[in-house]
């Protein structure tokens, strides 16, 4: 069943955000694999090829470096190239393009030429796709100086933050999680002028301050109800950008709640969690509280028997923050 | 339609090229310039040759071997030296060094560290380029012809029918190993496997070059798509500034410098193109001189301050993310 007019699903504002950025600027030109005829193999970019054409929107070959690549080139030569790369653990093949060159040019042209260049890729796990077709590599970029990292958690604000990743003039790598794609929720009007590397807090709360970005913020809001009911009252922090990130907001909730929990999909070691903690632990607070909670260091298994159980959820948050809180 | 320029210019970019890798050379022994380097001495006509076949709107990417590319393309040799002495003059403002180059006023999309970056990042450009009747050239060495870059990105820009031209350069040796060595097949058969059209050139005669470059940025401007050029020719020095060049067969480097391309273009200047062996003289000489000039400038330039580490993104400068 397709939602109703005054309701927008995660998938249709990726699409929509594309389009009317499509739409409002000749310039913006979209490929990828599978993405044209196809529609995108999670279904988010049907109709665009037959909407704007070959020449703006095209499927390329299994080239991941290759696209990545082109998508760097036009850019430099004028466009603004929204490309897919279909799975995230897929990006490792296009590194180079991404990592030496996109991300570096606009500093060591010595600010010459910026590169306008959105990076659409699909992430984690919790629906049996095993080891290299569910991860969150968002820590393999987090220290990477000129890219721009985006993680929507909701409809409303993906199709926000897409449209203003594709008019931001560096690159930037978009995230959409999986799990969200069929998630709905009433639309929104979308008004002003969206700044990348803002965070929001969307539930307030006085005793602790839960951080997450993408599904990890529903599995708070969930966890934040039902610590509510033990009398404990959670802030919920959604992220939306993992770089910049929004030092200023981390700073001020835990300023407030004098505790902090990051919850991460992404294994524990060198994850982004830990950049949160280190953010918010220069606030210096006497009796403060900051912890992590993420995914083991293995490689993502495929049983769901081990699966369902691998990733932070809002029992386990819930009961990590119980657990803490009753020392 | 393919026109011969049987002109001095050639010979004196040339002779700029050479005369700019010497004193680049002679700094770095000095110790002024640090890091590391990669000469094109010896290959100056490819690049040239090349060069003299762009149109205004073309784009050209090119390697860490870039000093001569940068030069043939219209980079100015004070911006360039300036940069290679990591100077604020210089053309990147001292932030990319030698190997990284970056010029768009003069065409130039950058000198890629990575080998095989200039294949893909001509790609991208012929994408736009194909919107204005442009050509992107990408120029990598017979060592790019192994990574994933030269597969993909020639196969996305013939199923694509991109305006890009693949220019191999090959000088036998991928940095310190003989390229058969590590090469299955041969170079153009890669190319003419993807049906991309295809051509072998000597590419230590500029004229020769020349008429390929016209031949080939015609081909690509008429929307035909890609085109590949083995363009062989051989380095004069070592691979960086480390390399003794041991590698090389008995014989072999004395061989190639019978055919530098500065005396083959000499020989030609005089012996078809009517120029007197004075006139090539005095063209050689007042390049010299320039590039003298150009080395006492350099050592004067100032050097960033520290306000130059700048920030890492650019600001927004258009409205975004609003309503539809």
């Known amino acids: 069943m397709s939602p109703s007019q005054d309701e927008l699903s995660f998938r249709n504002a990726i699409r929509e955000a594309i389009d009317e950025e499509l739409a409002a600027d000749s310039d913006v030109i979209f490929f990828g694999e599978d993405v044209a005829e196809a529609g995108g193999v999670f279904a988010a970019t049907p109709g665009l090829r037959d909407k704007y054409g070959d020449e703006r929107v095209f499927d390329t070959p299994i080239s991941e470096l290759a696209l990545s690549s082109a998508a760097f080139g036009s850019a430099v030569a004028g466009l603004r190239p929204i490309v897919e790369i279909m799975f995230a653990d897929f990006l490792f093949l296009a590194m180079d393009s991404l990592v030496n060159q996109s991300a570096k040019y606009w500093y060591l042209s010595n600010e010459q030429k910026s590169i306008p260049l959105v990076v659409r890729s699909a992430v984690g796990g919790g629906i049996g796709f095993g080891p290299i077709h569910s991860q969150v590599p968002i820590s393999w970029f987090l220290g990477v100086p000129g890219l721009k990292i985006i993680a929507p958690s909701t409809a409303n604000d993906a199709k926000r933050l897409l449209k203003a990743a594709i008019r931001d003039e560096n690159p930037v790598l978009f995230f959409e999680h999986k799990a969200l794609y069929a998630t709905t929720e009433v639309r929104e009007e979308l008004t002003g002028q969206e700044i990348l590397g803002k965070a929001r807090i969307v539930r307030e709360g006085s005793d602790i301050t839960l951080v997450s970005c993408m599904k990890g913020v529903a599995d708070c809001l969930e966890a934040a109800r039902l610590l509510n009911e033990i009398g404990i009252s959670a802030e919920v922090l959604d992220l939306r950008s993992l770089r910049p990130m929004d030092n200023e907001m981390i700073q001020s909730s835990f300023s407030k709640t004098k505790s902090l929990l990051v919850v991460e999909e992404g294994p524990i070691t060198g994850g982004w969690a830990g950049e949160v903690i280190s953010i918010a632990n220069e606030v210096k607070i006497d009796g403060m509280k900051l912890w992590r909670i993420a995914t083991p260091d293995r490689p993502i298994p495929f049983s769901p028997a081990l699966e369902n159980e691998f990733y932070p959820s809002a029992i386990t948050i819930f009961e990590s923050v119980r657990e803490r809180h009753a020392r | ?50 060069a003299s076949a762009l149109q ?41 060094g030698s190997m990284n180059v970056i010029d768009l006023e003069h ?134 500034r480390s390399d003794p060049g041991k590698y090389r067969k008995p014989g072999e480097l004395d061989a190639w410098k019978l055919r530098d391309p500065l005396i083959i273009a000499r020989k030609r200047l005089v012996d078809e193109f009517g120029f007197s062996t004075q006139e090539v003289d005095a063209a050689e000489a007042g390049v010299k001189k320039r590039m003298e000039e150009v080395r006492e400038q350099s050592l004067k330039a100032p050097s960033p301050g520290l306000e130059r580490l700048g920030s890492e993104f650019m600001e927004l400068k258009r409205a975004g993310g609003g309503g539809a």
């Open chain 2, 107 to 240: 065409r130039l999309i950058g000198c890629f560290g990575i080998i095989g970056g200039s294949i893909g990042a001509a790609t991208g450009a012929a994408i736009a380029l194909a919107r204005k009747n442009g050509v992107a050239i990408a120029y990598f060495g017979d060592g790019a012809i192994n990574q994933a870059y030269f597969y993909e990105c020639l196969n996305f820009a013939a199923v694509r029918k991109l305006p890009v031209i693949f220019v191999c350069e090959n000088n036998l040796y991928g940095e310190y190993t003989p390229w058969e060595d590590v090469t299955a097949g041969q170079i153009r058969a890669r190319a003419e496997a993807l049906e991309v059209k295809s051509e072998t050139i000597d590419g230590n005669d500029v004229w020769a070059v020349q008429k390929a470059a016209l031949a080939s940025f015609d081909y690509a401007r008429k929307g035909n798509g890609p085109v590949f050029i083995e363009a062989l020719t051989y380095r004069f020095v070592g691979h960086s």
């Open chain 2, 1 to 50: 339609m393919v026109t011969l320029k049987a002109n001095l210019e050639l010979f004196e970019k040339m002779v700029l090229i050479r005369t700019f890798e010497e004193t680049v050379q002679s700094l770095f022994q000095k110790g002024e310039i640090v890091g590391t380097t990669h000469l094109y001495s010896g290959q100056e006509a490819v690049a040239t040759g090349f």
């Open chain 2, 56 to 96: 205004p709107q073309d784009l050209v990417a090119a390697t860490y071997r870039g000093h001569g590319h940068a030069l043939a393309t219209g980079v100015t040799p004070q911006s360039l030296m300036d940069e290679m002495l990591g100077r604020l003059t210089g053309v990147c403002g001292g932030r990319s």
